[in-house]
């Protein structure tokens, strides 16, 4: 075994100059082998080859197509947010104007208790004051002794509808409505655990 070393050859192998010199020095190195015990680890192509100048171009151009999906994907995701955000915001400022006028109706002269589900007449006098009536303009005809503003609906939260929009907030309220029922109407599943 000593010669072996000694000699340079290892499993009969020629060594390099590097070889015999490290042997030379009492060691000797391991043999380049692409497949050690048989099997193939690495491809020595790959592994061992000085790079292609292209291939780094490619590799710039990867990364670089890369950023810019990346960006692109991003800047997809943040419209569709901003967007939302908008929604949002104009959702609030809704809320927030109808709370407005919520409000000012409920302080509107009125020598009537308001019962949700009704409908009532705001009128403005000449001396600015506004109220509410039960009295349509219709009703009073050409008699109507004070100028008309509108009428609202008192709904059950307290909230108030315009006259227009009465027929779309019944509907909505009418298939909510339906919805609940059907909820508690639904069969309830079997017991998993009972045993017929």
Not at 144 to 150: A, K, N, R, Y
Request: proline share 6%.
């Amino acid at each position: 075994m000593e010669d072996a070393a000694t000699s340079g050859q290892t499993e009969g192998a020629p060594e390099s100059l590097e070889v015999q010199s490290a042997a030379g020095q009492g060691g000797a190195l391991v043999e380049f082998t692409p497949s050690p015990g048989g099997l193939s680890l690495v491809s020595p192509y790959h592994a061992c080859r000085v790079g292609d100048p292209l291939d780094l171009v490619g590799l710039a151009q990867q990364v670089q197509k890369a950023d810019e999906f990346i960006r692109a994907n991003a800047t997809n995701k943040l419209t569709v947010i901003a967007e939302q955000i908008q929604y949002l915001q104009e959702q609030a400022r809704k809320v927030l104007e109808d709370a407005r006028r919520d409000a000012n109706l409920h302080h509107v002269a009125c020598n009537i208790v308001k019962t949700p589900g009704h409908i009532y007449y705001l009128y403005k006098r000449e001396s600015g004051q506004q109220y509410f009536s039960i009295i349509s303009p219709k009703e009073w005809g050409t008699s109507c002794p004070h100028d008309f503003l509108g009428a609202y609906k008192l709904q059950h939260d307290l909230s108030w509808a315009p006259y227009e929009e009465i027929e779309e907030q019944d509907a909505q309220i009418s298939i909510m409505d339906k919805l609940l029922s059907q909820q508690v109407t639904l069969p309830h599943p079997l017991n998993p655990t009972s045993r017929d």
